[in-house]
Every structure is written in structure tokens, then in C-alpha cells.
């Protein structure tokens, strides 16, 4: 199936684990989280976009086109998602986490043979051990289930992925490009390894 493909990196939380600090813009190696993102998402694919509800001033200087969650509040990923699904002139939209910069260069490959064997209108990444819904797949189509969804209470991504049949792809071979930084701790952990090569996939 030809599909045209644009990709989100999602980076409108409010981190509460990172004590409220704007995840995307913490430094890794002198780097912002989302530029890491970002250089690894350009080798996969062209169109590239930033959900951010703060700070889009200072996302914007990177080049990429930066958009906040039309509803209002903080109501989780799913809500940057259904704005970028709104805003898509693309058949599917791949979104990336802000907070894991290690993913592998077959992700959207992956993702999209699945869509394509399935038939199916959402595919997500498993690790062989935990599901990573955020590093998923999306038919625009699915914009209005996803708005009435939202508008029920529900906030659940996992439980709207399965609602709408997604599928699970195994990167079990690559289970450690899918490390998060989530809290500060990580990211001194992180700040203070020479390299990334026992993280980033092969």
C-alpha cells in the first residue's frame, strides 16, 4: 500500500518526573533531548514536526514547525496526537517520544510493513518486554474516533490503540534503543557515559 508519512516527535508533557522541566529541552551531551530525536527521525523520514505546550519559541530554532495540543490542560500524549492527526496532510503520522534518543533506523520500516501486512491503521513498538505505545503509527483517519474518545474522559493510549485493532511489532532485537530518560537521575546518568553504543540499535 502507498502511504504518505509525516512524523511528530511528542514533546508536550509536563514531565512530572523530571521535576516539571521541559523534557525535550534537556541537555544530553550538550544536545537537546529533541535534537537527538530529530537527527535520528530525518534519516527515516522527511516531514517532521514538534508537539510542544511550552517553550515553542526555543523548539522553533531548531527549523521544525512546533504545534501545541488544542485542547486545553494537560490531558497526556494522546491529546498532541489527535492535534497532529487534525493538522496532518499525511495518509499516517509516525510519533516519537521526546525522551528516548536511542531509537533504531528501522523503526518506521517496521512499523509500516505491519500496517501494511495487517491491514490495520496502528502499529506500536514491543520490546519483548513492555509495550512502547508512544513509538507508534497512526492513520489520520482515525482523528474523530480519537476526538470522541478524549471527549468521553478517556485517557488511556493503549486502550485506544487496542479499541481500534492496532498491533504490536517485535524490536525485542533492539529492547535497549528503547531506553526513556525519565527523572534527572537518568540524565546525569546518561551525561556521564562516554558513548551511546550499548544503547543504540545496530
Do not use: W
Amino acid at each position: 500500500m502507498t502511504m504518505s508519512i509525516s512524523a511528530v516527535i511528542l514533546a508536550g508533557g509536563q514531565a512530572k518526573r523530571m521535576g516539571g522541566a521541559d523534557k525535550g529541552l534537556q541537555l544530553l551531551h550538550g544536545k537537546p533531548l529533541f535534537q537527538f530525536i530529530y537527527d535520528r527521525l530525518r534519516l527515516q523520514v522527511e516531514q517532521i514536526s514538534v508537539n510542544a505546550n511550552r517553550n515553542q519559541a526555543i523548539y522553533a530554532t531548531a527549523g521544525l514547525p512546533v504545534f501545541g495540543d488544542n485542547l486545553e490542560g494537560f490531558h497526556g500524549p494522546l491529546s498532541g496526537i489527535l492535534t497532529a492527526l487534525e493538522r496532518a496532510d499525511t495518509d499516517f503520522v509516525l510519533f516519537v517520544p521526546c525522551d528516548s534518543p536511542f531509537f533504531p533506523d528501522n523503526l518506521l520500516e517496521k512499523l509500516k510493513s505491519a500496517v501494511d501486512f495487517h491491514g490495520v491503521s496502528i502499529a506500536y513498538v514491543h520490546d519483548g518486554e513492555r509495550e512502547h505505545p508512544t513509538f507508534c503509527l497512526m492513520a489520520r483517519s482515525l482523528k474523530d474516533k480519537l476526538a470522541a474518545y478524549l471527549a468521553s474522559g478517556e485517557r488511556r493510549m493503549l486502550q485506544f490503540m487496542r479499541q481500534n485493532e492496532a498491533v504490536s511489532v517485535d524490536f525485542s532485537e533492539n529492547k535497549q534503543a528503547f531506553t526513556n530518560i525519565n527523572t534527572l537521575a537518568d540524565l546525569t546518568y546518561f551525561n556521564q557515559q562516554k558513548d551511546f553504543s550499548g544503547f543504540i540499535a545496530k
